[in-house]
């Protein structure tokens, strides 16, 4: 092996350590808690996977899946490149923003303990679609879910740190930990809807425990958000 491949091989490690110095564990363990709470709160990304896949199997719900993964790619790429420079001229949209993120998570909160909330997993008579139209519909659902909109433009950059430079790397950073938990959450959810939609059928009270859990840990983040201690955030919300 040439001493310049060497060289090369030493500054890529490098750099991937500097890389993963750059985002601190609480800004991951944040985003991750925030993604696995807004991933098991029903939406419309979950109940079109649910439907899917319970009228017309795990096939069509993994290729839907494909296509609200996707919408994630566009929204990471999307939201980023305009982020980036956006917190750069302006750092302080970062308090609003993060405020603006809380509010919405206590009002997701709210929607998933409320009353007379309908389960996802309830079966539903729908036709069959093409492999083509699953994916795309997969798609366009996730494109126009406002709760992946907001998580991307509002919840997620308020973790970014301003210190530590290179913010379009760190916003990429933490959307692929999302979009990693919410793939395999949604994953899981579409290879076992058929038998959890039995189960839950046979014993309601299990599905208001669910929605009661899934509330109650959307409401702690969202008031850890607002007081900005959900990520490492130092700059400007200190």
């Known amino acids: 092996m040439s001493a310049q491949s060497v060289a090369y091989g030493d500054l890529m490690l490098e750099r991937r350590r500097w890389t993963v110095a750059?985002?601190?564990?609480?800004?991951?363990?944040?985003?991750?808690?925030?993604?696995?709470?807004?991933?098991?709160?029903?939406?419309?990304?979950?109940?079109?996977?649910?439907?899917?896949?319970?009228?017309?199997?795990?096939?069509?719900?993994?290729?839907?899946?494909?296509g609200v993964a996707a919408g994630f790619l566009v929204y990471l790429v999307g939201a980023n490149l305009g982020l980036a420079v956006l917190f750069a001229a302006v750092p302080e949209l970062l308090t609003v923003i993060r405020i603006a993120g809380a509010c919405y998570l206590l009002w997701l909160a709210w929607k998933t303990i409320k009353p007379g909330g309908v389960s996802v997993f309830t079966v539903q008579d729908v036709p069959a679609d093409s492999p083509r139209r699953l994916f795309t519909m997969g798609l366009l659902t996730n494109l126009l879910n406002p709760k992946i909109a907001i998580l991307y433009v509002a919840i997620i950059p308020q973790f970014v740190d301003l210190t530590k430079g290179d913010v379009l790397l760190q916003g990429i950073i933490l959307g692929g930990f999302q979009i990693m938990v919410a793939v395999s959450v949604n994953l899981s959810i579409v290879l076992a809807a058929g038998a959890v939609a039995g189960f839950l059928a046979r014993r309601p009270s299990w599905l208001r425990t669910q929605r009661i859990t899934m509330g109650s840990l959307l409401g702690v983040l969202a008031v850890m958000l607002a007081l900005g201690t959900s990520g490492n955030v130092t700059t400007p919300l200190t």
Do not use: E, F, T
């Open 22 to 66: 750059m985002i601190d564990q609480s800004a991951l363990l944040g985003v991750v808690s925030i993604a696995l709470g807004m991933v098991l709160s029903p939406g419309p990304n979950m109940m079109y996977l649910v439907s899917r896949s319970i009228s017309q199997g795990r096939r069509a719900g993994i290729i839907s899946l494909g």
